[in-house]
């Protein structure tokens, strides 16, 4: 699968984990683990197949929607993201982001699914209303 395809299922792995949780999205400290065990099938999807590195995920959540509830995350709002600090359960801000990007449109960012984008500039990271 390319990048892309990648971000969009671990999108949807994310609201389906919040729709079972209370709709919160998933601590950031453990998104992988928890998204890998009921909802992403196919491992591989936690890879950016530009990414040269052996860690699990190339792909980081945004630490400040840890826990937060869907709809108290604005729509512009990055949930998910290309992470320079790939690893098992990546988590962080846009100080995180890959420079160079990987892809030559920039940065593959998803804000709340199915709005996934390249980008150049700095996207929506937080902080937003109370939890």
Avoid at 11 to 25: K, L, N, Q, V
Avoid at 95 to 122: E, F, V
Wanted: net charge negative; glycine share 8%; proline share 11%.
């Amino acid at each position: 699968m390319g990048c892309e395809a990648n971000v969009y299922s671990l999108a949807i792995a994310m609201e389906m984990y919040a729709a079972d949780y209370d709709e919160r999205y998933p601590p950031a400290d453990r998104w992988v683990d928890l998204t890998l065990q009921d909802f992403v099938k196919t491992p591989g999807s936690y890879r950016c197949p530009r990414d040269r590195s052996t860690a699990r995920s190339s792909y980081g959540m945004n630490s400040a929607i840890s826990g937060m509830q869907m709809m108290s995350v604005p729509d512009d709002v990055v949930c998910l993201y290309e992470t320079a600090h790939p690893g098992d359960n990546p988590y962080g801000s846009p100080d995180d982001m890959p420079l160079p990007p990987r892809h030559l449109g920039g940065n593959l960012t998803c804000r709340r699914w199915p709005n996934i984008k390249q980008d150049h500039a700095t996207p929506t990271w937080g902080p937003f209303g109370p939890r």
